[in-house]
């Protein structure tokens, strides 16, 4: 698999630094996993963002979400608007087996709580997904507990992007898209903190697709054969950093998160489900006591909300570049911006 990224082709977006992966694995702690299915009629799978290294059940994470466009089925979403509170992992996969992967997490985390002597009687996993029904046969859910189970081992600093776990079958911009990373480096009050950005782009139409500032999809239109389709896709964006925040500062962070999409020549159609989710691992929940958190002054925002803004633009980009093209169900294909790059740079 092409894991060559989009700065490798000598373009630079945005002004921040960025940090050592360009991931959002920069952020200490986080790590991400995949199973990806790959078959004559089922290309899809499923991706998990583990957002500690140890329970995040016991001891929560200070989250916040924020619905760009809400034609979605993601779950978990109300609790953490409610209570301000991440306690799953964040499990990427198709719209039909969303079911299926809120079972097993519910699994992973009964066998958790079993290994660790902690009872659980209530649990909210997030369960992501965007349709990639136009690659995939997916009424037959092949999605199972298993696989989700594998994904979580294989969680990794470095892991894949591109044509990848819940990334398979997606789409971008009528290109082949999936998973993308990147981060920031963001200093202030002496100290450097990480911004990172991971992303399932399925979302976009040709037409209006831009890079790096020039509208390029009217010149890629005349090399790619088929029609033009609306925009009904999804993107998920999850937002990861050791900033100290408040679950406000967070919503305000993720708020940012359309500045990066339109960059990338997206308008945020009636049908396309934008969701993004923001969590920091500077403030922890513990599950009894006094609660004490520390937080930037509001004043401060600025720069992280450059960065989210950027790295989301660079994630996006780098689903496009790192994915293979991919022919699925009933002959369905999907081109990698791998094979247009040199009419563009």
Do not use: W
Not at 45 to 69: E, Q, R, S, W
Not at 110 to 117: A, D, P, S
Not at 177 to 202: E, F, K, Q
């Amino acid at each position: 698999m092409n894991q060559t990224r989009i700065e490798a082709y000598g373009m630079t977006i945005g002004q921040l630094p960025k940090g050592k992966l360009n991931k959002i694995s920069d952020v200490i702690g986080v790590t991400v996993g995949h199973y990806t299915v790959n078959d004559k009629e089922h290309q899809t799978g499923v991706t998990v963002v583990m957002p500690c290294t140890d329970n995040p059940y016991l001891k929560k994470i200070t989250a916040a979400m924020h619905v760009i466009n809400g034609f979605g089925k993601t779950t978990g979403l109300m609790q953490i608007e409610e209570l301000g509170v991440l306690e799953s992992p964040i499990y990427l996969t198709n719209t039909l087996n969303v079911g299926k992967v809120f079972d097993a997490a519910v699994t992973h985390m009964v066998k958790t709580c079993e290994r660790e002597n902690i009872k659980l009687s209530t649990y909210n996993p997030v369960i992501c997904e965007c349709n990639d029904a136009y690659l995939n046969a997916i009424t037959e859910r092949v999605v199972d507990e298993a696989m989700v189970l594998k994904a979580i081992d294989a969680a990794t600093l470095d892991f894949e992007e591109g044509a990848i776990g819940a990334g398979r079958g997606m789409s971008c911009h009528h290109l082949k898209g999936g998973i993308g990373s990147a981060s920031r480096l963001v200093s202030l009050l002496d100290h450097t903190y990480t911004v990172g950005v991971m992303v399932l782009s399925n979302h976009g139409t040709l037409n209006d697709f831009t890079f790096s500032g020039r509208h390029v999809g009217p010149l890629l239109k005349a090399h790619i054969e088929g029609e033009a389709e609306p925009e009904k896709g999804s993107i998920i964006v999850v937002v990861a950093t050791d900033l100290p925040l408040s679950e406000r500062q967070l919503k305000r962070l993720l708020k940012r998160v359309p500045i990066g999409l339109a960059k990338t020549g997206s308008y945020i159609g009636h049908g396309s489900g934008e969701v993004a989710i923001g969590f920091t691992t500077a403030n922890r929940i513990p599950s009894d006591g006094f609660i004490q958190i520390k937080t930037l002054p509001d004043d401060l925002l600025d720069v992280p909300f450059h960065a989210v803004a950027e790295a989301v633009e660079e994630s996006v980009l780098n689903s496009l570049i790192t994915a293979e093209s991919v022919v699925g169900v009933e002959g369905h294909q999907r081109k990698s911006l791998q094979d247009f790059i040199h009419f563009i740079i």
